[in-house]
């Protein structure tokens, strides 16, 4: 059985950083590409970033661009996002995505619960 | 990036009617769409990907249509558990993009 369990989210002041994590299990998590995706509150859903299986190839949203910075451990099942330079708009759920296919530019089959990011003095 | 909009942004329906959302896609997209419902509190969850493809486990009530720049999600008869959001998804390109959504309410 797929699964995907965020942590690391909080409550972190503007100009502020943190990192959240994103463990997976019940796949080959090598093979896959990953993304973020969030939802501000009582909000639509916006793709933030994206990593292929090997991590070469990463993505980013313009409203992240320069701040996010996403990342991989195949060794440890586990996917990340650095987020530096946080502003209140940045204020969301995080979920991990995984992508339903290995290979080219795919939709989204399993997704995470979800992990809560507060930005505020 | 590429925009999807859909329509309506809500929807009141009762439990057995059919029930259409649309999405469309401020260029063309092939059939690189997806579909998603979410609950309150819950994560999206696919139903629907390349347009017309029921994922496993999913209702056959639920059939998507379209190509290019327009996009249909249809709900044949309308069950208490599809009262729901949700969201169209385009993957033509590495930016994937979403609607802005369309709340299904009970009438």
């Known amino acids: 059985e797929v699964q995907l369990l965020e942590s690391g989210g909080g409550l972190v002041q503007p100009g502020g950083s943190l990192r959240l994590s994103c463990g997976a299990s019940?796949?080959?998590?090598?093979?896959?590409?990953m993304n973020w995706v969030r939802q501000a509150p009582g909000k639509g859903l916006e793709w933030v970033s994206s990593i292929s299986g090997s991590g070469r190839a990463i993505y980013y949203a313009d409203s992240v661009k320069g701040r996010f910075t996403i990342s991989r451990d195949n060794s440890k099942n586990t996917l990340y996002v650095q987020m530096n330079n946080l502003r209140a708009e940045d204020t969301a759920i995080y979920y991990c995505?995984?992508?339903?296919?290995?290979?080219?530019?795919?939709?989204?089959?399993?997704w995470g619960q979800g992990t809560l990011v507060t930005v505020s003095s | 990036d590429i925009q999807m909009t859909q329509s309506p942004s809500t929807l009141s329906a009762s439990v057995g009617d059919r029930v259409t959302i649309t999405c469309r896609a401020s260029q063309s997209i092939g059939r690189w769409l997806a579909w998603y419902q979410q609950k309150p509190g819950k994560a999206p969850k696919l139903l629907i990907f390349?347009?017309?493809s029921l994922e496993s486990g999913v209702p056959s009530r639920f059939s998507g249509s379209g190509s290019g720049t327009e996009f249909t999600l249809t709900i044949s008869s309308l069950q208490p558990d599809d009262f729901a959001t949700y969201y169209c998804q385009q993957y033509h390109t590495y930016s994937r993009t979403f609607g802005q959504g369309t709340k299904v309410e009970i009438k």
């Open positions: 995505a995984k992508e339903r296919a290995v290979a080219g530019v795919m939709d989204f089959d399993y």
């Open positions: 390349e347009a017309s």
């Open positions: 019940g796949f080959t998590f090598s093979s896959y590409a």
